[in-house]
T-cell receptor
Framework: GAVVSQHPSWVICKSGTSVKIECRSL??????MFWYRQFPKQSLMLMAT?????????EQGVEKDKFLINHASLTLSTLTVTSAHPEDSSFYIC???????????????FGDGTRLSIL | EDQVTQSPEALRLQEGESSSLNCSYT??????LFWYRQDPGKGPEFLFT???AGEEKEKERLKATLTKKESFLHITAPKPEDSATYLC???????????FGQGTRLTINP
């Protein structure tokens, strides 16, 4: 149980294009989903917290107009990197938590990440 | 400031050589402590949740324990397939997000 699917797993695109990453909870409903960025040999860096049906909460230093997050249902959240540039190249990972309220103490379950390379 | 520190940063063991990873935390109100395993190029895989001091959880060769200041992940007779980065994270009162440690890169040599 508690499977989170993330697509695509790998994407290469030209500078200036926009890229959408999907995160789905397959066997549970997720009130809250999270988006992380991870640099090589570093830990996870939280970008934003997304509650279903409301605007995402972005961490300090993360541009909300650059990284658009939509969480329209209890099983799907998307991250769109707009006008991507080489410095946006990274490993992006989503997570989802069982639907027991926004302050649930259930564990987060992670997708397998998306490797984004901007040329 | 809420903080999670993991040690050591990296650990190399021979197959069968037991050891422990440490996760110390300084938080305003602990609600839970989580251990994850992350393989290269993959997302973290959930291992354990610990909610109160004195609690212990086991899964195969892994055992996690919790005190009021730290958690240990004990690895007994590890195998090469246990090689991974182990992440510790805490949830705190009044917050949705997890605070992660920097991880311990564990390598088990055959």
């Amino acid at each position: 149980g508690a499977v989170v699917s993330q697509h695509p797993s790998w994407v290469i695109c030209k500078s200036g294009t926009s890229v959408k990453i999907e995160c789905r909870s397959l066997d549970f409903q997720a009130t809250t989903m999270f988006w992380y960025r991870q640099f090589p040999k570093q830990s996870l860096m939280l970008m934003a917290t997304s509650n279903e049906g409301s605007k995402a909460t972005y961490e300090q230093g993360v541009e909300k107009d650059k990284f658009l997050i939509n969480h329209a249902s209890l099983t799907l959240s998307t991250l769109t990197v707009t006008s991507a540039h080489p410095e946006d190249s990274s490993f992006y990972i989503c997570s989802a938590r069982d639907n027991k309220g926004i302050y649930s103490n259930q564990p987060q379950h992670f997708g397998d990440g998306t490797r984004l390379s901007i040329l | 400031e809420d903080q999670v520190t993991q040690s050591p940063e990296a650990l190399r063991l021979q197959e069968g050589e037991s050891s422990s990873l440490n996760c110390s935390y300084t938080v305003s109100g602990l609600r839970g402590l989580f251990w994850y395993r992350q393989d290269p190029g993959k997302g973290p895989e959930f291992l354990f949740t610990l909610y109160s001091a004195g609690e212990e959880k086991e899964k195969e060769r892994l055992k996690a324990t919790l005190t009021k200041k730290e958690s240990f992940l004990h690895i007994t007779a590890p195998k090469p397939e246990d090689s991974a980065t182990y992440l510790c994270a805490v949830s705190i009162q009044g917050a949705q997000k997890l605070v992660f440690g920097q991880g311990t890169r564990l390598t088990i040599n055959p």
